[in-house]
């Protein structure tokens, strides 16, 4: 079908491909170094082919924000598919240089495009992209989608507890939260992303797995509205028995009225680190 109002975004999404689809989104990769090897996310490196590789060649992968050219070309597409806006909304600007591509793209656009920083990845994200798309289905104009996906912004909460602070550390984007972790290097961290500045921030910390599993699921619920009507997801880092656990957790206590399961896309998981676990999601307003 076409839209007239297209929706662009990163592969920090984490949105599940049935998704994409469904809600004709158009995802354009950042980049996965290994050594001299460069890999696009979600392309030619998948979530599960990624945490094999990491656990087999035990070294410290980085990323790259998508060139201005991937956006234009997004951009370029989705004008010849009829499309007479775009709003593209990516990956928090306090985390990547991935908007900045995008903002430099929509300059050269054949169509107005509108980039909002999402403050958030995965699927803080992804929940962002697909409320603008069902507002779109119910008629929505641009503003109403960008409201829509304004307000999910605003509510989103998502804590995540990392299995080691060695990935996170490393990549440069933790501010205040690696000055507090990296006092704790023996204890399971907890971290959440701040839906107001798209920030990175400490909370909890757990001395054992058990207890960072537990911490997580206390903190998520503590800050979510339970009373209301919730859209989940759980996220891992190829930690899929501990995740199936947590949502049937979740599933028994609170009844979701939306959750899936999602393995966590490659460039998040490269800053992350293998078996981090994570709650995100957000509650409809009353």
């Known amino acids: ?24 989104i158009s995802v ?18 998948s979530g599960q082919d990624f945490y ?22 997004a951009f370029k597409r989705a004008a010849e598919k009829g499309a007479k806006e775009i709003i593209a909304i990516t990956i928090s600007a306090a985390m990547s240089g991935t908007i900045e591509s995008a903002r430099r ?14 403050q958030n990845n995965s699927m803080g994200l992804g929940w962002q992209l697909i409320a603008a798309a069902r507002a779109r ?19 989103m909460v998502y804590y995540i507890t990392l299995d080691t602070i060695d990935f996170l550390s490393r990549g440069g984007r933790i501010a205040d ?5 990296n006092s704790f290097l023996q204890i399971k961290p907890l971290i959440y992303v701040k839906p107001d500045s798209g920030t990175v ?53 609170f009844n979701p009225v939306e959750m899936f399961i999602s393995i966590t896309s490659p460039v998040l998981g490269a800053h992350t680190g293998p078996r981090a676990v994570a709650l995100c999601g957000y509650a409809e307003a009353a």
């Open 1 to 24: 079908m076409t839209q007239s109002i297209a929706l662009v975004t990163d592969s920090t999404c984490d949105i599940p491909q049935e998704w994409v689809q469904q809600y004709d």
């Open 28 to 45: 354009v990769p950042l980049s996965i170094i290994f050594g001299d090897e460069v890999y696009q996310d979600g392309v030619d490196l």
């Open 52 to 73: 094999r590789r990491l656990a087999e060649k035990k070294q410290f992968p980085t990323t790259s924000q998508p060139a201005p050219g991937a956006f234009l070309a």
């Open 105 to 118: 793209a929509a300059e050269e656009s054949p169509i107005p495009v509108h980039v909002v920083n999402g």
């Open 137 to 155: 289905e119910l008629g929505a104009s641009l503003n109403g989608m960008l409201q829509a996906a304004q307000r999910v912004r605003e509510q």
């Open 177 to 181: 939260a690696a000055r507090f972790l």
């Open 201 to 253: 921030g400490a909370s909890i910390p757990a001395r054992s797995r058990k207890g960072a599993l537990e911490g997580l699921y206390k903190e998520f619920f503590r800050h979510i509205p339970v009373g209301l009507p919730l859209h989940l997801t759980v996220l891992h880092n190829d930690a899929e028995e501990e995740a199936q656990a947590l949502a049937e957790k979740v599933r028994q206590e």
